[in-house]
């Protein structure tokens, strides 16, 4: 019926409802109902309250339309097993008046996409439970502190566009290091690095990492003389 309805309205034969109703009706609809529905969510809003209940995985697949259709829908939510949103980066802020709307707020996110433009909101989010980062090698290494941070929160880091050598500094080289196993560990490419501050204790270490391709010293003039004469 709903299918017949939408292709009326969008046919312009619906001219408006009338509900006889003593009390405006809620009408619960899917996120499948909200397909090329434009033109029959217009006329029937007026006279209903609208509400979406689907799965987490519908709302998520379909977030741009409820979006498009925020203004009209009373509430949203999950039906079943609530489970994270799978979203982008970018829908976080475009989609915002249909994420505020599912389950009172009550609702967690997986994002992809984040880069380094939206890294500081994405962390800030307390919905977000888990995120993918992916952004050029320069910004990756620049960033590199702030996804240390995130934890368990960061599933993976990947580098997009032509890949270059991460310049860090050895301090990171070791306190990031859960951060650098998550940088393309899915593909067959691995990164590499540019190491600056390097003392002359750790160049055993230093030489035998083959992600290393290349390195500055910065140590006292005795500990580089002792070096040379060993």
Known sequence: QWTDLKAMATAGKISSFKITDATKPTLTLSTADLSNSTALMGKIAAVTTLKV????????????QLQAQAAKLASIEQSG??????????????AAAALAKIDAGSYTLAVTG??????????????????SFTDTSANIALKLDALQLAGDKLTSVSQSGVKTALAITAAQLSADSATLAKIDASTD??????????????????????KITSFSVNDSATNVASALSD
């Open 189 to 210: 490419v691995p990164y590499t690095l540019s190491v600056s501050g390097i003392k002359i204790q750790d160049l055993k270490d230093i030489t035998a990492n083959s």
């Open 81 to 94: 097993t609530k489970a994270a949103l799978g979203i982008t980066a970018a829908q976080l802020k475009s």
């Open 114 to 131: 984040v880069n380094a433009a939206t890294l500081a909101t994405v962390q800030a989010n307390t919905k977000v439970t888990s995120f």
């Open 53 to 64: 209940s689907d799965t987490s995985a519908n709302i998520a697949s379909n977030l741009d």
